[in-house]
């Protein structure tokens, strides 16, 4: 099973402006071909614009090449500068989005050891965005749920590890 079909169409159906979602799936489960696939073509029907956060430049680099024009995509560190820049520069790059992806999001705590600057970008998409959807993606997302607890996310979905996979 890939994370597509747990998901099946509840993008469409259930999900609503102002939620955050969590996929927690092991590795190639699919979450980024969700995104890239699913949720692209989702925004280019609708009219809508996503944004994707990941944790490293080449993955950064390898989902432009499949995305979509209406997706922009950004490592943590590009967004960490911006976010340093101001508020009035960040939140003018944010309010072009609807829908925020933030993949491989154990990077807010794993990363930290040697990155002082992680928790800027987890401060900032914390904070109340009613107008977007927020998609919180990791194979890996334990040390973040001791900062979100399951319950403060609208939608979780989660992927047991099957064996033989």
Not at 36 to 63: D, K, P, T
Not at 79 to 97: C, M, N, P, T
Request: glycine share 4%; aromatic share 14%.
């Amino acid at each position: 099973m890939y994370i597509t079909e747990l998901i099946g169409e509840d993008y469409k159906t259930k999900w609503k402006v102002g939620n955050k979602i969590l996929i927690k799936a092991q590795t190639g489960s699919g979450k980024s071909t969700f995104f890239g696939n699913v949720i692209a073509q989702f925004c280019e029907e609708q009219n809508l614009h996503a944004l994707m956060l990941s944790n490293r430049r080449l993955l950064r680099l390898q989902n432009q090449l499949l995305f979509k024009t209406n997706v922009d995509c950004f490592n943590y560190q590009t967004f960490e500068s911006i976010v340093r820049k101001g508020k009035k520069q960040i939140d003018a790059l944010f309010d072009k989005y609807d829908i925020i992806f933030i993949d491989e999001c154990h990077y807010f705590f794993i990363d930290s050891a040697f990155n002082n600057n992680t928790d800027i970008v987890l401060e900032y998409v914390l904070r109340e965005h009613k107008d977007k959807i927020l998609i919180f993606a990791s194979a890996t997302p334990e040390l973040m749920l001791q900062c979100i607890k399951k319950d403060n996310f609208d939608y979780v979905y989660e992927m047991k590890n099957e064996i033989g996979r």
